[in-house]
């Protein structure tokens, strides 16, 4: 398995290719920085302590195409609260409820952490 700085990166989506969760393959986590999948698109295969300068405090939306949940925090390391854990394949054109524009960290687990 990669680690997790050569399984994370961020990408910018060319314009024909915007809004489309399907940008987000197989076994990755996708955050974006837009509502509908718009913007720049993070995507990882394991969970980040920190989603990076780019991603901090922005995420609007995100699919889970990874076989794990996936939980949402507020600060780095997996801190701050707990907002919600997505199961896997959940796909959103928008953030669960307090969670829009705070995401600072997420962590990938075989069960719902909250
Ligand atoms: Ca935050």
Same mark, same amino acid.
């Given at each position: 398995?990669?680690?997790?700085?050569?399984? @994370?990166?961020?990408? @910018?989506?060319?314009?024909?290719?915007?809004? !489309?969760?399907?940008?987000?393959?197989?076994?990755?986590?996708?955050?974006?920085?837009?509502?509908?999948?718009?913007?720049?698109?993070?995507?990882?295969?394991?969970?980040?302590?920190?989603?990076?300068?780019?991603?901090?405090?922005?995420?609007?939306?995100?699919? !889970?195409? @990874?076989?794990?949940?996936? @939980?949402?925090?507020?600060?780095?390391?997996?801190?701050?609260?707990?907002?919600?854990?997505?199961?896997?394949?959940?796909?959103?054109?928008?953030?669960?409820?307090?969670?829009?524009?705070?995401?600072?960290?997420?962590?990938?687990?075989?069960?719902?952490?909250?």
């Amino acid at each position: 398995m990669l680690g997790t700085a050569l399984a @994370t990166a961020l990408a @910018t989506a060319p314009p024909a290719a915007a809004r !489309n969760p399907d940008n987000c393959l197989p076994g990755q986590f996708c955050l974006w920085e837009s509502v509908d999948h718009g913007g720049v698109m993070l995507y990882s295969t394991g969970s980040m302590a920190y989603v990076g300068d780019l991603m901090n405090d922005r995420a609007s939306s995100f699919r !889970n195409n @990874t076989s794990s949940w996936v @939980t949402f925090y507020d600060s780095r390391d997996y801190r701050g609260g707990c907002f919600d854990s997505i199961p896997p394949g959940a796909v959103s054109p928008v953030m669960p409820p307090g969670a829009d524009d705070v995401v600072t960290s997420f962590r990938l687990t075989r069960w719902a952490n909250c």
